[in-house]
């Protein structure tokens, strides 16, 4: 598939990015259609106006580097304007209801991308406001990640269907997206986590089914080499996630041997890359000899937040064309 030429089979008509699974295929793979045409407009220094006139409220409740810098730089490469609000400065850190302040800020500006905690405070800016609401993370789903990943895998293996991505770690909110997204998309999804820590079963059936739908496989396992068998992309995250420090030594005992390395990389495809969201801790959920090293792409990865992010604010509130 030329995702590039991508001809999109019904009209976008989502409002809101707060999951992938309230996306289409079809939708998703505009998305990653924008994201690439974007980028390549950037990279050749064409203009970019979809978003002139416009800005996006960014609420930060959690700390980011590549959120932060991604959105602020692509609304701005689009045309339009960036807002930063974190929840320490604002009334809704203060106690303000959040139906309040999506009321107030409808008012004032085009979209609210939040970064948070609860996905149940995404979802009620979404009910209350009456502009786009893009999820930047919370505790439950990250996919403006996981569009970045997917065109990752795009651009280094010219498809997407038919691939395995291997999982290894905590199952997450980002094990949620990526199985999710990859499941939507035709990708098998191979999922590593130790008891405790699997992935949510309720967001596991989704993906299940999106599978069986779309002809791919999702699998949860203890095994790490077991997932990682013949996957074309290797993944993992941070052990403890933000909010989660406080567990972090008993969580380091769950998970030592969950590990992305020279191990993993035997059973894999000679031809595998390697993704993680970041940040990382080398020595913990991934070797240096990996991360550092010739199947690593995480810095591609880190770069195309930028231009996915791009593809999803045109979508929900660009003016329409680039």
């Keep these: 598939m030329d995702l590039m030429n991508y001809q999109a089979k019904a009209p976008f008509t989502q409002k809101h ?28 220094g064409q203009k970019q106006s979809c978003l002139s006139g416009k800005t996006l409220a960014m609420i930060f409740a959690k700390s980011s580097t590549r959120t932060r810098v991604s959105f602020e730089v692509g609304a701005s490469q689009l045309g339009g304007s960036a807002l930063f609000l974190s929840t320490s400065d604002i009334q809704l850190g203060r106690g303000e209801p959040i139906s309040d302040t999506a ?14 905690f609860k996905q149940s405070d995404l979802e009620a800016l979404a009910k209350y406001g009456s502009i786009p609401i893009i999820n930047g993370l919370t505790d439950e789903f990250h996919p403006c990640q996981v569009l ?72 949860i396992c203890t095994d790490p080499l077991e997932a990682c068998k013949d996957a074309d992309v290797l993944y993992t995250d941070v052990w403890a996630s933000m909010g989660q420090e ?58 195309n937040r930028l231009h996915a992010q791009k593809g999803v604010m045109a979508l929900l509130m660009g003016n329409g064309g680039f």
Aim: with cysteine; charged share 25%.
């Design 17 to 44: 990015l707060l999951t992938l699974q309230d996306w289409s295929e079809d939708e998703i793979y505009q998305c990653l259609s924008h994201a690439l045409k974007l980028k390549a407009m950037q990279k050749s």
């Design 148 to 219: 970045a990943d997917l065109m990752t895998i795009y651009e280094k293996k010219g498809t997407l269907k038919g691939l395995k991505l291997a999982f290894v770690g905590d199952g997450n909110n980002m094990a949620h997206s990526l199985m999710i997204g990859c499941s939507k998309l035709g990708l098998d999804v191979s999922i590593a986590s130790p008891d405790g820590y699997k992935p949510n079963p309720v967001y596991t059936a989704w993906a299940v089914a999106n599978a069986e739908k779309h002809g791919s496989k999702v699998t």
């Design 103 to 116: 009321q107030v800020l409808s008012r004032m500006v085009d979209g609210i991308m939040i970064r948070t």
């Design 246 to 303: 406080g567990e972090a030594e008993v969580r380091k005992q769950a998970f030592s041997s969950y590990q992305i390395n020279a191990d993993c990389l035997a059973v894999a495809k000679k031809d595998c890359i390697f993704l993680h969201c970041l940040p990382a801790h080398r020595g913990e959920e991934v070797t240096s000899e990996v991360i550092d090293g010739a199947h690593s792409v995480i810095f591609d990865e880190a770069e």
